[in-house]
């Protein structure tokens, strides 16, 4: 594996356009990048929000304009395809309270992060939240919000993200 730093690890068979962002964590969180992978044009990973590490698998496809945020942390799994403007947000603001203004307030509870398994599609714009666990084999529509659990080769869709139909 070639590696830029500690806590940047992309594998020599990985593919990162010059034109996408990666801020790699100053407090050790890790983004790794399995072989074979691509990050495309104007796709951001960045270390915010949490402690968790940003693990992106083999065969992986992070399309133009996604964005993933380290939160409470990302586990992908392999062959696994972000379409064009996805938005992995594994982390939520405190807002309790009314006299301290929300972006002073932290970070709610971790609900577990983000973890996308193996041969998943996630379609246009869909957002993953915190907590978020999608089944091996399964698809997302695209505009979907996600912020619980997806099984094993089922497509759901909307917001909030329902059931559409099971894979033959």
């Known amino acids: 594996m070639a590696t830029a730093d500690a806590n940047l690890v992309v594998h020599e068979s990985a593919s990162v356009s010059p034109d996408a962002r990666i ?21 951001m990973i960045r270390c915010v929000g949490g402690r968790g590490d940003v693990i992106i698998g083999e065969h992986c496809y992070v399309n133009p304009g996604c964005v993933i945020y380290s939160g409470n942390g990302v586990t992908m799994g392999n062959h696994v395809l972000l379409a064009p403007g996805v938005m992995v947000m594994p982390t ?23 973890v ?7 379609g246009a714009n869909a957002v993953l939240l915190d907590g978020a666990r999608i089944g091996r ?3 997302i529509g695209a505009g979907a919000v ?11 869709g909307g917001s909030p993200c329902a059931l559409l139909k099971r894979r033959p």
Do not use: L, M
Not at 23 to 43: D, K, L, M, N, Q
Not at 116 to 122: A, F, N, R, S
Not at 146 to 156: C, F, K, T
């Open 23 to 43: 801020y790699p964590s100053t407090r050790g969180t890790r983004i790794v990048i399995g072989a074979h992978s691509s990050i495309e044009p104007f796709a």
């Open 92 to 114: 939520n603001h405190q807002w309790e309270r009314r006299d301290v203004p929300i972006r002073e307030q932290g970070f709610r509870p971790s609900k577990g992060g983000v």
């Open 116 to 122: 996308i398994g193996d041969d998943v599609w996630v």
């Open 137 to 139: 084999g399964a698809i």
């Open 146 to 156: 996600v912020a619980g659990e997806i099984p094993e080769y089922e497509i759901w």
